[in-house]
């Protein structure tokens, strides 16, 4: 499958019921930032997601979203990366897909990684994280890490991201 980078100065949000799909042969990896500054450092190859640009941060709703499908159905497994800044717009800083399946499972290969930082430090009363089911399983060569991590983001250089093949580092 092919990568998807869905970057947002402001809110991601996601209406309606759909399916975000880059499952293939090797699964497409997927990221989806909020709230965030980007500059294209090597244009065409590589952007970087620089820290919080928005002052009101960003916001990822995917509640709209039943399925989001990395699977490799004959390598790898593709990694899933959700961000959201902090800043203050009540609801910055939270991911919300509490109905919202992730899967990255390989066949015959790696199991793709999941990755979902939520910063979000001004709604107390709030989950700075809500997801659905996570399924890493079916590869052959290891299991697939998760990380869920509700804590405040650096302000600089937290994410690079290789344009033509969406991994992130």
Same mark, same amino acid.
């Given at each position: 499958?092919?990568?998807?980078?869905?970057?947002?100065?402001?809110?991601?949000?996601?209406?309606?019921?759909?399916?975000?799909?880059?499952?293939?042969?090797?699964?497409?990896?997927?990221?989806?930032?909020?709230?965030?500054?980007?500059?294209?450092?090597?244009?065409?190859?590589?952007?970087?997601?620089?820290?919080?640009?928005?002052?009101?941060?960003?916001?990822?709703?995917?509640?709209?979203? +039943?399925? *989001?499908?990395?699977? $490799? =159905?004959?390598? /790898?497994? %593709?990694? !899933? @990366? #959700?961000?959201?800044? &902090?800043?203050?717009?009540?609801?910055?800083?939270?991911?919300?897909?509490?109905? +919202?399946? *992730?899967?990255?499972? $390989? =066949?015959?290969? /790696?199991? %793709?990684? !999941? @990755? #979902?930082?939520?910063? &979000?430090?001004?709604?107390?009363?709030?989950?700075?994280?809500?997801?659905?089911?996570?399924?890493?399983?079916g590869g052959t060569a290891g299991t697939g890490n998760i990380s869920l991590t509700a804590a405040a983001l650096s302000q600089s250089g937290i994410i690079s991201v290789n344009i033509p093949t969406g991994v992130t580092s």
């Open positions: 499958g092919q990568a998807l980078s869905i970057v947002a100065f402001g809110d991601v949000i996601a209406n309606g019921a759909a399916t975000l799909n880059t499952s293939g042969a090797s699964g497409g990896n997927i990221l989806i930032a909020a709230g965030v500054l980007q500059n294209e450092s090597v244009p065409g190859v590589t952007l970087q997601l620089l820290g919080a640009a928005n002052p009101d941060g960003g916001f990822v709703d995917l509640t709209g979203i +039943t399925t *989001i499908d990395a699977r $490799g =159905t004959a390598g /790898a497994g %593709g990694n !899933v @990366t #959700i961000v959201a800044y &902090d800043g203050a717009g009540f609801n910055s800083g939270r991911v919300i897909a509490g109905g +919202t399946s *992730i899967l990255t499972g $390989g =066949t015959g290969a /790696a199991n %793709g990684n !999941v @990755t #979902i930082i939520g910063a &979000d430090a001004n709604s107390a009363s709030s989950a700075a994280i809500t997801i659905g089911a996570i399924n890493t399983s």
